[in-house]
């Protein structure tokens, strides 16, 4: 069974820094795209970033410049560094394997 695991999600300031991990379990993700999406309340699922097997990297204009996305296949874990954090960034992040399963997610609060 495939299963993701999210964390590093918690409250911070705006302007602070949160990294979050996706450890992946059940399969390799080495040869598999990866993505972050995230959901604030009373809106729809977006996406944030993706990375591919290769490395290559997209992101949501509203992040780019602020979020990194990254992966570690030898850990079979994906990473979401996430700077210069906005209240608007506040959602529930989840991380998902692209064409397959996803995490239950990890809430990211930006507030003072």
């Known amino acids: 069974q495939v299963q993701l695991m999210e964390s590093g999600g918690g409250l911070v300031q705006p302007g602070g820094s949160l990294r979050l991990s996706c450890a992946v379990s059940?399969?390799?993700?080495?040869?598999?795209?990866m993505a972050w999406y995230r959901q604030a309340p009373g809106k729809e699922r977006e996406s944030v970033a993706t990375?591919?097997?290769?490395?290559?990297?997209n992101y949501a204009d509203s992040v780019k410049g602020r979020f990194t996305i990254s992966r570690d296949n030898a850990k079979n874990t994906v990473y979401l560094q996430m700077n210069s954090l906005k209240p608007e960034d506040t959602a529930v992040y989840y991380c998902?394997?692209?064409?397959?399963?996803w995490g239950q997610g990890t809430l990211v609060t930006v507030s003072s």
């Open positions: 998902k394997i692209i064409g397959g399963s």
């Open positions: 059940g399969r390799s993700i080495r040869f598999s795209g």
């Open positions: 990375i591919n097997s290769g490395g290559s990297s």
